[in-house]
């Protein structure tokens, strides 16, 4: 049976990611404050309340125009090293729908192998950097697997979400290679990645869960 989602499934994502990330600032706050330069977590509150002001206009520039409008918000509000990586993953999602009044599994399947060759290009960076990708990647890979395999978007949404969380959680006890953490090496070590940690929290808001990062306050 084929399944694809329209705007209003679109929004309602929007809004639980965006509500998500404004609910982890302390969170994101606390993290990058030992391995980058402690913005994220106003960083990522600022992209989520950017987006909920685009949600309050008009809709009549459909998925390509509400994606787009969004990724040109959140490069304004929340010009963050992450705030610009999501602005470029959004522009290039809207790129991926342009002209197109539904999601179809194919679009699904493929916007986030998409946003992860943009982070690669723009962000200079691959997995096993301690990055965002090191959460993305992985979410990508298992959402095409598991759907390939039971051809069940939703189960395989939800699979992909943990294999995110787990794989964000995977970045503590890495050395960061890229970007301000990469010169506190050890400082930063038993800390999960921020980025990695924004992707899990932004993919499980999607399917309504909220994630659980294994470090816990005392540890840092």
Not at 99 to 113: H, T, V
């Amino acid at each position: 049976m084929r399944i694809d989602y329209d705007l209003s499934a679109l929004r309602k994502a929007l809004v639980n990611a965006s509500v998500a990330l404004i609910e982890s600032k302390e969170l994101l706050t606390h993290i990058d404050n030992l391995s980058g330069d402690g913005d994220l977590g106003i960083s990522m509150q600022k992209a989520g309340r950017s987006v909920l002001r685009e949600l309050d206009k008009s809709d009549e520039d459909g998925i390509a125009g509400l994606l787009s409008r969004c990724a040109v918000s959140i490069n304004l509000d929340a010009p963050s090293t992450m705030g610009t990586l999501t602005s470029f993953s959004l522009m290039e999602a809207a790129k991926q729908m342009k002209g197109k009044e539904r999601f179809s599994i194919p679009d699904l399947l493929r916007i986030p192998f998409r946003m992860v060759e943009i982070i690669m290009i723009r962000g200079r960076a691959q997995r096993g950097d301690k990055t965002v990708l090191d959460a993305l990647v992985p979410y990508a890979e298992a959402l095409s697997e598991q759907y390939l395999d039971e051809l069940d978007i939703e189960k395989a949404a939800a699979y992909a979400a943990e294999a995110a969380e787990q794989a964000a959680n995977d970045t503590r006890g890495h050395l960061a290679k890229i970007g301000r953490a990469k010169w506190i090496a050890e400082r930063s070590r038993d800390c999960p990645d921020g980025g990695a940690v924004v992707c899990a929290i932004v993919v499980n808001a999607i399917i309504g869960k909220r994630i659980i990062v294994s470090v816990e306050t005392k540890g840092f």
